[in-house]
């Protein structure tokens, strides 16, 4: 069974209605609460009446004790339920209220434990004074021994109770800590949490065994078997009592841990939603809410990264990524493709806006598709025309058969899919300077050579075949026998900004 996003399925999912959480903690804490009490004053009185060496109880004394414990028990719970509820729905009716709280109520909802705990400690720090009065009064000899069990018990009571009422209020305290922007420690902090819950669970039980076994050498004749039955009983009530506490502390500790350690391995399957609730005060709960601004900030970048990406291209995107983008060029043999759509002017004045755009945006769908599985790279959008790279900025073997099958394919799938568009498409190959020209402040990755001019120019020659695709033949003798057959030579002209001719080639299907 999951743990739950607070730790526990006993406390629900996150986004519980408030009537359902109210109900919920209220259950918890007034169940954990009492058990924990009667518990503890059952063994009080089992130690009190049967373990601990001392002069046996007279008749005065029994008497009492079978009035005044149980009417005592009685008084503690009502008051203490009473009056922990009504600290509790002062301090929560912001989470009753379903709004976010101020800082005020913000600490006083994250106080709410320890203040159950201060109530919980006074009521058995009252029956600690009563009774040792009472023994006083009637069996002065007992007063020491009676001191000593129900304040020792009234510690391990208090201690329990805390880590009770803190694991209750998890979902309040998630709720109170999430319109935190920076979340601070409170209260005593892991490290002197657990030593202090190590000296009430095992450090206080250990000294009270200690004073018992010194009562019992100091106090006269007693059996080697009544020592043994005193000594089992009250290591084994040590044992209980620190072993629940040091359970109930470590299960707070770890808790938040395992949270942080599940979400992150959602984070390593690749889901950058995953999120943990924060609900400690403590160095833990700034563990949670760092993980939280950690896959925040993943979040983010892979946002920026995606965005970037479809704007300069992947490949340009993960060399920025990786620190390797700055300004300057290299020269390269590149294939460069260049589209364009035939008419573009009559299809803006004569179609609707949103139509031009939709259609656009099939148009473009197909040569994104095509240049990316044949390995190229759009370098940019101009209007209604794209420029294409094959073999930058990532080195791409044979990228003049990568082109050339790229055209093709978009020949076939753009009259299949965008029948409404016609487009001529020039290839070519050639060296040409690439990288990043601009500013320090603003720059751009793009190509600058003949193989660019030659493939714009191509485009307007492409417009008057029936294919509507022109390559320069150089792009075929440098591609793969297996692209280089489904293409011939069409023509030899001399293309505008050349002084020497160009042979030209098409598809032969």
């Not at 819950?197 to 009270?208: E, L, N």
């Amino acid at each position: 069974m999951e743990p739950g996003v607070f730790g526990s399925v006993l406390l629900g999912p996150a986004d519980q209605s408030t009537q359902r959480l109210r109900v919920r903690i209220q259950l918890l804490l007034t169940v954990l609460l009492v058990t924990t009490n009667l518990v503890g004053a059952a063994i009080v009185v089992v130690l009190y009446t049967l373990v601990i060496p001392s002069t046996p109880p007279n008749h005065a004394t029994v008497l009492a004790l079978r009035v005044a414990v149980p009417i005592y028990i009685a008084v503690a719970i009502l008051v203490g339920s009473l009056w922990g509820t009504a600290a509790g729905l002062r301090a929560h009716r912001w989470v009753f209220e379903d709004r976010t709280p101020d800082d005020q109520e913000r600490l006083r909802a994250l106080g709410v434990p320890w203040l159950l705990t201060r109530l919980q400690a006074g009521l058995w720090f009252s029956a600690t004074i009563l009774f040792t009065l009472l023994a006083v009064v009637l069996q002065p000899e007992r007063a020491l021994t009676t001191g000593l069990t129900v304040g020792i018990t009234s510690l391990v009571v208090s201690a329990v109770a805390y880590l009770f009422s803190e694991f209750a209020l998890r979902p309040v305290a998630a709720r109170a800590l999430s319109g935190e922007e920076r979340l601070k420690v409170r209260g005593l902090g892991v490290r002197r949490r657990v030593l202090l819950f190590w000296g009430i669970g095992t450090g206080a039980p250990v000294t009270g065994l200690v004073v018992v076994a010194i009562l019992t050498l100091t106090g006269g004749d007693v059996s080697r078997t009544k020592l043994a039955v005193v000594v089992m009983v009250l290591g084994g009530v040590v044992l209980l009592f620190g072993l629940l506490v040091t359970a109930l502390n470590a299960r707070a500790v770890v808790a938040p841990i395992i949270a942080v350690r599940n979400a992150m391995e959602q984070v390593e399957e690749g889901d950058l939603d995953a999120e943990v609730q924060v609900y400690d005060g403590t160095e833990l709960g700034q563990l949670q809410a760092g993980f939280n601004e950690m896959v925040r900030g993943l979040r983010d970048r892979e946002h920026l990264r995606d965005i970037f990406g479809r704007h300069v291209g992947r490949d340009v995107a993960e060399a920025a990524g990786r620190g390797d983008v700055e300004l300057g060029g290299e020269t390269r043999v590149v294939s460069v493709l260049f589209i364009d759509i035939i008419g573009s002017t009559t299809l803006a004045t004569e179609r609707d806006p949103a139509d031009v755009v939709e259609l656009l945006n099939r148009f473009f769908g197909v040569v994104v598709e095509e240049v990316d599985q044949h390995g190229g790279f759009v370098n940019k959008f101009i209007g209604d025309a794209a420029l294409a790279i094959f073999g930058a900025p990532v080195e791409l073997e044979n990228h003049a058969g990568q082109a050339l099958s790229a055209g093709r394919a978009m020949c076939r799938r753009l009259g299949e899919e965008v029948p409404e568009l016609e487009a001529g498409i020039g290839i070519a190959t050639g060296r040409v300077v690439a990288g990043n020209v601009g500013e320090e402040t603003r720059f751009e990755y793009t190509v600058i050579g003949d193989a660019v001019n030659a493939a714009a120019r191509l485009t307007e020659l492409a417009k008057d075949v029936d294919c509507r695709l022109l390559a320069v033949w150089d792009s075929v003798e440098a591609a793969d026998e297996a692209e280089a057959q489904h293409w011939k030579e069409h023509d030899t002209v001399t293309l505008r900004g050349r002084s020497t001719e160009t042979v030209l080639a098409q598809p032969t299907d």
